[in-house]
């Protein structure tokens, strides 16, 4: 008789003593109740992330910081540039959408395309994209890839015409950004040319549903991205009346600068080794699972 002894020791503070069957119901309603996981990155990517933790067993909720907004500018001619960075699926989709792209896409996408991470690369080859130059991390993880691009390609021809290591780099970017790509590629002599085609807007305050299950204590692992969007979240979770919850909540940090933006009150702080969506989604399905052994065998010790 596991279960009526660790409800009497949860409710009792004793083995021994009653538990009447209304008590019994409540504590059992507590512990089956489904702990979820928080998305707060922008879509359409949240619902990927939804998509692949439920795949795994872990029930996940989307409430996504900001949203994105396309701006609208001049785009040069593929010639004047070298190649196209691209640090986001967001970058991708919005450059896509210039009618010059459009107009020339063989052109453009002959161009070599430094990507972060394996999303926007399936982004950028969806998009078209042949020639794919793949980073990890942030920004900062194509340093090392353009540099190395760069170098073997100095005194180099291409159908018989020399390889212009002159031409800048074009960097399709969001208006806000973590890592300036311009600045740290100059002090390599690799030059950029940023065009900011979107921004991130961020969501003011909390959807209803969230609200509701932060009430409930369903929520017990958020996954943060990036500075800003977790900024956004802690917020609007404060706007809402709700900041003590974070005691029952997990935070799940792509970064210790994230970890730091979100402060302090959280039951449990992870950060990733590095800020790939796949380790930040394994540690929230190995949390969630933790979390799970513990809700059936903590009370029967």
Known sequence: MLLPIAAAKHLTGSKNSAVTIDNL??????????KMTLIIRPQPDADRDVALLVRYGVPALVSPSMKR??????LPESFNFSGI?????????????????????????????????????????????????????GGAGLLAPIRCYFNKKIGKQE???????????????????SFDLVAALSTHGVAVQRLPVYQMIANA?????????????????????????????????????KASSLAGMVLIAGSSAIAEAAGGGWQTVYIARQPRRSRLLAIAVLSHRRNNLSMSYGDHT
């Open 25 to 34: 119901v409540e504590w059992l309603k507590g512990k089956m109740m489904a």
């Open 69 to 74: 907004t396309c701006q609208t500018h001049e």
């Open 85 to 137: 960075i691209m640090t986001s699926r967001n970058a991708v989709e919005a450059i896509t959408k210039f009618d010059k792209v459009n107009a020339d896409r063989v052109r453009w996408a002959k161009l070599p395309v430094f990507v972060v991470g394996s999303a926007t690369a399936a982004a950028a080859r969806d998009a078209g994209f042949s020639n794919i130059i793949r980073g990890t991390g």
């Open 159 to 177: 159908n018989g015409v020399s390889f212009n290591t002159n031409l800048p780099l074009l960097w399709p970017s969001a208006v806000e950004i």
């Open 205 to 241: 305050g909390l959807d209803s549903t969230i609200t509701d299950k932060i009430t409930e204590g369903a929520i017990a692992a958020v996954v943060a991205m990036s500075v800003r969007s977790v900024q956004i979240f802690r917020r609007n979770l404060d706007a809402a009346g």
